[in-house]
């Protein structure tokens, strides 16, 4: 902006120069023009006064002719001798008298303008000269009346001469005749010099034909550079033409050199002039303008660099726009503020209890273990769950749960230090960070916290007891990464549970799957945060067709240093750590992306999929699933989903609820793992569900074991009479198939048929095997005969 405002200025005051030399120049030229006019008016004035001091001199000669009698008697009564003798008398006086140098002939014309005498006699008539001269003649001829007492007088043209010639009457009769006096003009442009102050004179011809020069014309061409010429036409009484040219030159060297040396000047003035306004103008826009547009800009970049500084005001001087700007700057600032602040405030905050959330505990457990490394100073990590909090939810309502888990914060809270952090890891869980404590101190703090809760709490006149359970792991002696601690608070924290102690110290005793378990929950959030899951697909057969109808999607871990990792190895601690939650959506869309490829492809195939217990206590699961398809723009009659009993028992009435919502939808339920868990048949009924799949436990060995084939059968024929559909898992052999469908199976899975299969061998499976929708199967005729 500055070096824009600064470009701005300089061209403006360039501009500013260029009009002051535009200026200049005009000037100039109005100078020049000047000196054009004064010349030529000079130059005019000196004409007129010649001629007026040839119509004077003429008018004395006259005079001089009309007081001799004899004279103009020789003229009445023409007489050349005494005319001549006379005349030369006359021309003798005069000389003497005047000692005019410029006469150059005397001429006695009779009444008819024929002459007479002459002095010198060999003077040449007017009617020998050009137009100009006979002319002349014939306008005197043309007088009448009183107009022949008026002289005539004009320019006459004799060869390279150039004559003023006046015609004066000699007597009141035209019978007395004319005198007629001849000046010579060159001998006159021979002094104009002089008389013009140093104007040089050109005396030429319409033709070019130069008749007079005077000294001081220049010679050559290169010599007019730098003067100043003028040219008049004379009127030589010949109309609409213009013989003779008097130009008038005038040296105007030092005038051009004094006109450069102002317009030097005026530059330098005009230049300093510029530079100093420039000066002036930007320290007022600096001040005005520059310097508050740079302190909204520091403070702007300031903002974009650190959040820290929303809020934080810029003082602006100026004009009222960038008052108003000023002002509309800071109100955006404070409302940044205030809307990171709750921004902040929603993401690292609980809003139940105002704790901070696991997000944020996670951000300073983090930084509590590089302040330790830094420091060479352990700390502690406490892993809290409430006892009975499930009961009393359940019993008086979320409302009361609410309010107790408000309670419980608060105390929590107020016995324990500034340094020290509380948050809520979600549910009836919470986690305290104790920095700088040894086993002692945490012991400590553990035993105050569990008697802080063993007081009554009161919620709507009613008294409630609740206790908890804590778990304590210690930096660096249980680990000394924030997932591993958390994760060994947690096994130390259900240790004190089971054992009903209030609280223990993690031990490796007590971690069954140490190390293994803990490196991969180590691994598992950021396997979910980089998506390194990948899905396959069983295929499903229909017993009646032999021709798939369906895929189940199974989870594989693609571990960056391991092979596949099959599910029972991690999903079980993805439930453990609610971590599943994040896993469900991801699950959700790749199989919604690879049904409509399919489908894409004319494969109109269903795809199952299963959920957890976690899913199942999620009251948001159907608003997911469903923004998932209207996304898509996939029907949900092609998504299946599959759940366990036991995941169905955890929480019944939740169960229920969440089932019901999603089969409204238009999705399929299954229950997976049939026969193996304890829900009872009338509860079961209940459920919204269209198939169940009957556990590969007890198909795998229904060909040699007949228990097994009798519950298979019972179950075909309960779920039947429910009118669900049969699918049956574990189909390993030809002769199991076979069986299945005698019994009245409706669907087959397993290795018979198909290992689970990436996207890519699916599609390929689908074209090439005999049990492809393309294909009919050979031993379709032979299973149903």
Known sequence: ???????????????????????????????????????????????????????????????????????????????????????????????????????????????????????????????????????????????????????????????????????QPLGEDSRDGYLQINYDMLRNFAAAEADLAGLSVRLSQADGTVLFKSAGWPKTDKDNDHRLMVEQALNINVPAKSLLNVAVSKDMAPTYADLAQTERMVTLIAAA?????????????????????????????????????FGEHVMTTGNTELAELGAGFNNMSTRLKELYDSLESLAFTDPLTKLPNRTLFHERLEQAIEEAKRDYRPFALLLMDLDRFKDINDTLGHQV????????????????????????????????????????????????????????????????????????????????????????????????????????????????????????????????????????????????????????????WNHPREDLLLPDTFIPLLEQTGMIRSLTPWVLNESLRQGQMLQDKGVPITISMNLSVRDLQDPYLADAFAEQLAALQISPRWLELEITESAVMTEPERALEVLTRLSSMGLRIAIDDFGTGYSSLSYLKKLPVNTIKIDKSFVIGMVRDENDAAIVRTSVDLAHNLKLEVVAEGVENEATLNRLSELGCDTAQGHYISRPLSAEELAQWLQQSSWGLAKRHPKLIRLHN
């Open 273 to 309: 002039v510029m530079v100093l306004a420039v000066l002036i103008l930007w320290m007022a826009l600096r001040k005005i303008t520059v310097n508050p547009l740079q302190a909204l800009v520091v403070q702007l970049r300031r903002l974009r660099s650190d959040k820290s500084h």
């Open 401 to 556: 749960g609410d309010l107790l888990l408000q309670q419980v914060a608060a105390r929590l809270r107020s016995k324990l230090r500034d340094i020290d952090t509380v948050a809520r890891m979600g549910g009836d869980e919470f986690a305290i960070l104790l920095p700088a404590v040894s086993d002692k101190h945490a012991t400590m703090a553990a035993r105050m916290l569990l008697q802080a809760l063993r007081a009554p709490f009161r919620i709507e006149e009613q008294s409630l007891d609740i206790g908890a359970s804590i778990g304590v792991a210690l930096y660096p002696d249980h680990g000394v990464d924030a997932n591993i601690l958390i994760q060994r608070a947690d096994v130390a924290m259900y240790s004190a549970k089971n054992a009903n102690s209030g609280h223990a110290f993690y031990d490796s005793k007590l971690d069954q799957h140490n190390p293994t378990r803990l490196t991969l929950l180590g691994e598992l959030r950021h396997a979910v945060e980089q998506e390194q899951f990948v899905l396959y697909y069983q295929p499903k057969v229909n017993l009646k067709t032999l021709q798939v109808t369906g895929v189940e999607a199974l989870v594989r």
């Open 1 to 167: 902006m500055r070096a824009s405002l600064i470009t701005a200025l300089t061209v403006m005051g360039l501009l500013c120069v260029l009009m002051v030399l535009a200026g200049g120049r005009l000037w100039q030229d109005f100078v020049l023009d000047g000196q054009r006019a004064m010349i030529s008016d000079q130059a005019r004035t000196w004409i007129v006064n010649l001629r007026k001091e040839f119509e004077t001199g003429s008018r004395e000669v006259a005079m001089l002719a009309r007081s001799d009698a004899e004279l103009r008697a020789a003229v009445r009564k023409p007489n050349k001798p005494v005319a001549g003798r006379q005349l030369s008398k006359l021309s003798q006086n005069l000389f003497v008298k005047t000692g005019a140098s410029d006469m150059v002939a005397l001429q006695l014309l009779a009444e008819d303008f024929h002459p007479i005498a002459a002095v010198p006699e060999q003077t040449p008539d007017v009617e020998a000269g050009n137009a100009s001269c006979q002319n002349l003649r014939a306008q005197a001829e043309r007088r009448m009346g009183a107009d022949h007492l008026k002289s005539v007088g004009g320019l006459c043209i004799v060869g390279r001469d150039v004559r003023y010639i006046v015609i």
